[in-house]
């Protein structure tokens, strides 16, 4: 079953514009990554964060975790056309060959 | 580096054939996975394996089957097709040891059903 829900579906801004995308869990994690997916193309791995870290930052690329919440955001400041994909979060608990479990992903659309 | 490559890339087939998807990695990777990849619902998994010889089922394992007889390679078979199965299919793996690794996967194999 889907573990992370990501908000928004999709996501339209300008070049220069930063753009956040969240991310909801169920249960108890390890670490939550995130990841994009250009058209057609398969997922690129962007940033990792462990369930004892608040934040981390990867170039233009922001994640924060809130455990006791269950969730998660990927902040990508000064846009590019470049970053036009999709984004998707996921997550592996805590257990001995967890495996990673995707959301549905939002999808990033950078105009230029 | 060639990292995960996956075979074939494209491939349509007729409800009830049979097909193996081919999955190499070339970074010594213990941890391999399968995944499909439908429209509106993310990835989910298919089958995993931990190692050479070893296979375990995911979320999503009813009329697949899987092999790992070399541990560079993971194999997908499909002994009878059906439409459901129509799907974009994708292959990745990571090291062995700490859950906190990113996976690496390739490019996909989009499969038609029909």
């Known amino acids: 079953s889907q573990q992370g829900e990501e908000d928004p579906q999709a996501l339209s801004i300008q070049e220069g514009e930063n753009a956040t995308m969240n991310c909801s869990y169920k249960?108890?994690?390890?670490?939550l990554q995130w990841y994009r997916q250009n058209s057609g193309r398969g997922l690129v791995h962007l940033i990792l964060i462990r369930s004892n870290e608040r934040e981390k930052h990867s170039g233009r690329l922001r994640v924060t975790l809130d455990t006791s919440k269950k969730s998660s955001s990927l902040l990508i400041t000064a846009s590019r056309a470049a970053d036009t994909a999709s984004y998707f979060c996921a997550t592996v608990e805590n257990s001995g060959y967890s495996t990673l479990t995707f959301g549905k992903g939002t999808m990033l659309l950078v105009s230029p | 580096n060639a990292g995960v490559t996956q075979t074939p890339k494209f491939r349509v087939l007729k409800t009830g054939q049979s097909m193996t998807l081919l999955c190499a990695q070339d970074m010594n990777h213990e941890y391999m996975y399968w995944y499909r990849q439908d429209p509106g619902m993310g990835l989910r998994l298919i089958h995993y394996s931990v190692g050479e010889g070893t296979t375990a089922k995911g979320e999503v394992p009813d009329g697949y089957n899987v092999s790992r007889l070399k541990k560079q390679n993971f194999l997908l078979g499909l002994e009878s097709a059906a439409p459901s199965q129509t799907s974009v299919y994708f292959c990745?793996?990571?090291?062995?040891?700490?859950?906190?690794?990113?996976?690496?996967f390739g490019s996909g194999t989009r499969l038609t059903v029909v």
């Open positions: 249960t108890s994690i390890n670490n």
């Open positions: 990745a793996s990571r090291p062995q040891g700490s859950v906190s690794y990113g996976y690496t």
